[in-house]
């Protein structure tokens, strides 16, 4: 089992960055891709960024490349998403979730591939 915590949304203005952080719990966090994903009213949930058990390979959505980063810290049972030069479209609650598998060779897009999902935090940019 792994259990996840986001932290790190709030309000900004457009321009600005934040560092959302997702804690991990369980022993296979290290084995596990990570993904980011965000939704925002009325809207589906969407694919924003993703990375290998090793981070050694990311994706992103073609919104957010050049001025998102998602990274890894598997000593510390964390993953984070660096967001800088932020646009009032970018405002969702973002998620983080684990693979549902262990150890695959690349991340995946879709969320259903994720079977652990934490419980979301607000990012809110505003112009």
């Known amino acids: 089992q792994v259990q996840l915590v986001e932290s790190g949304g709030g309000l900004v203005q457009a321009g600005g960055s934040l560092r959302l952080s997702c804690a991990a719990s369980?022993?296979?966090?290290?084995?596990?891709?990570m993904g980011w994903f965000r939704q925002a009213p009325g809207r589906e949930r969407e694919f924003v960024a993703a990375i290998s058990w090793s981070g050694g390979t990311t994706y992103y959505t073609d919104s957010v490349k050049g001025r998102f980063t998602i990274s890894r810290d598997n000593a510390k049972n964390t993953v984070y998403l660096q967001m800088n030069s932020l646009k009032p479209e970018d405002t969702a609650v973002y998620y983080c979730?684990?693979?549902?598998?262990?150890?695959?060779?690349?991340?995946?897009?879709?969320?259903?591939?994720?079977?652990?999902w934490g419980q979301g935090t607000q990012v809110t940019v505003s112009s």
């Open positions: 369980g022993r296979t966090f290290s084995s596990r891709a």
């Open positions: 979730a684990a693979d549902k598998g262990a150890l695959r060779a690349n991340p995946r897009l879709n969320g259903n591939e994720y079977g652990y």
